[in-house]
């Protein structure tokens, strides 16, 4: 990890969970700082910080559905800054051969006929998969229920980039969720002690910030500081400005004269 005596020159580390592509910020970041370098590190576990987390600058980790990475709710006591980048979609992994090989897509009713198998990060959020009769049977991560659903035991659930990731082609098969359901969350996240202007805009590009933008250091905020509404409010489109006697201006004419004596047949009513 960096310090304040590291050089403005010297390398970002950036470690990545798996089915995560970095690719895209690291291009913008070249563009808007090429002076920087950015190193991308994968990390293999799918969920939250790896055991190395301290040799990076920032992560991209992922969080079940509804959770924040761990240490960045709420103002007081707060260890990390955390951005949420995206949500991910759902997917169903079966075993090869499996009647539904060829789809594209399924959907949520038609996992009423396949056998889910419960583990460690299946969240409540999702279709209740099977109990295990016996506790002790439940695998001990996705891996493990992974080589259970290459038996033709059952299938499983989990986010869809992740299983292209780390599913074997030659025993398993990937079908994404028609359905709108959040799998998992995809969060940069970094030390609030490391929290300082590179940090912010590295930030900011993943926001989206480019060459012509701003670099002016942006306040990292905790999931709770911008409401979900305010975070996902797309822009409002202009209309555009019809030109005076033309075929549309005079239907806008109408439509509005219209609606004015509308208003006024309810305020009559009302007397």
């Known amino acids: ?13 950036l470690g990545f969970t798996r089915g995560v592509a970095p690719s895209k910020w690291v291009k913008r970041w070249q563009v808007v700082s090429p002076e920087r370098p950015l190193t991308i590190v994968p990390f293999p576990r799918p969920y939250g910080r790896p055991g190395n987390a301290a040799e990076f600058d ?12 761990e240490g960045a709710d709420g103002p007081s006591e707060r260890t990390h800054h955390a951005l949420r980048l ?12 499996h009647d539904l090989t060829g789809r594209d897509t399924v959907s949520l009713a ?13 969240a409540a959020e999702w279709p209740n998969p099977e109990p295990w009769a016996d506790p002790a049977w439940m695998p001990a991560d996705i891996n493990a229920a992974l080589d259970l659903v290459a038996t033709g035991l059952g299938g499983i659930l989990m986010p869809a980039p992740l299983a292209r990731h780390i599913t074997d082609k ?6 994404r969720i028609s359905d709108q359901i959040v799998a998992g969350t995809v969060w940069a996240s970094w030390p609030v002690e490391r929290d300082a202007p590179d940090m912010q805009h590295l930030a900011g590009v993943m ?15 905790s999931p709770s500081d911008t409401p979900a509404a305010q ?3 797309p822009a409002q489109k202009k209309k555009p400005k019809l030109k005076a006697n033309s075929r549309g201006a005079q239907l806008q ?19």
């Open 58 to 69: 920032m992560i991209l980790e992922r969080t079940a559905p509804g959770h924040v990475p």
């Open 170 to 175: 030659h025993q398993h098969v990937t079908i």
């Open 110 to 122: 038609e996992l009423a006929d396949i056998r889910l198998l419960d583990h460690p990060n299946h």
């Open 1 to 13: 990890m960096m310090n304040e005596d590291t050089p403005a020159t010297s390398k970002i580390l």
């Open 86 to 97: 995206y949500d991910e979609a759902l997917a169903v992994v079966l075993p090869k051969g």
């Open 253 to 271: 004419a109408a439509t509005e004269k219209r609606e004015r004596e509308k208003a006024e047949r309810r305020k009559a009513k009302r007397r």
């Open 207 to 221: 926001r989206g910030r480019t060459a012509r933008s701003s670099r002016t250091a942006e306040a990292a905020t």
């Open 231 to 233: 975070r996902q409010q």
